[in-house]
């Protein structure tokens, strides 16, 4: 990480941009306090399998073999007053 102060990220913002673009993160300093920190902008359009692959790579995560079952269950019926009902009747 490079650490730029900043009278010298002002007079070199061009260079330091550069740099981000690259890849680098910049550290900028006031009177050699940390006080932000300057990062590439996530590509959009970015997949899952994309982002996650460095992670994958290395063996920290694994992907499901299958596919998700997004089917929604239906609500079930009970019979009785409904629990607004009842919390209306117990605040009273």
Do not use: F
Request: net charge positive; aromatic share 2%; charged share 30%.
């Amino acid at each position: 990480m490079i650490s730029a102060g900043i009278k010298e990220l002002k007079n070199n913002l061009s260079r330091y941009l550069t740099l981000v673009k690259r890849g680098e993160d910049i550290l900028i300093t006031e009177r050699g306090r940390a006080v932000a920190r300057i990062i590439q902008a996530a590509p959009k359009n970015k997949s899952i399998r994309e982002a996650l692959g460095p992670l994958i790579v290395k063996g920290l995560i694994a992907l499901p073999s299958q596919g998700i079952d997004k089917e929604i269950t239906p609500p079930v019926e009970v019979p009785g007053k409904p629990v607004s009902e009842m919390a209306i009747e117990d605040r009273r």
